[in-house]
């Protein structure tokens, strides 16, 4: 990725998988992302509230798309049914 590159965020939460999920789900629709804060929560967990928890960024041109994938998953869009083993033998 170019260095100059502007981020913006586009997710943010106290839980750190969470924006880890969902960083992997847009690196694998073709969407670079990055998780900020990650460490800084871990580690001081008690203050992750005031820093505001965990962010997940995106370059800028693809923050549309970007939020529109994470409201499809916030939305149950990409939920996987019940019945759904994922693959079959």
Not at 34 to 51: E, H
């Amino acid at each position: 990725m170019d260095e100059s590159m502007e981020f913006v965020t586009v997710a943010r939460s106290l839980d750190s998988s969470e924006m880890l999920i969902l960083s992997a789900l847009l690196e694998a629709e073709g969407i670079p992302s990055f998780v900020a804060d990650v460490n800084i929560n871990q580690t001081y967990s008690l203050l992750s509230i005031a820093a505001g928890g965990v962010r997940l960024q995106v370059p800028s041109e693809f923050s549309v798309a970007a939020r529109q994938i994470i409201a499809d998953v916030n939305s149950g869009l990409l939920a996987l049914d019940d019945d759904d083993v994922g693959c079959s033998a």
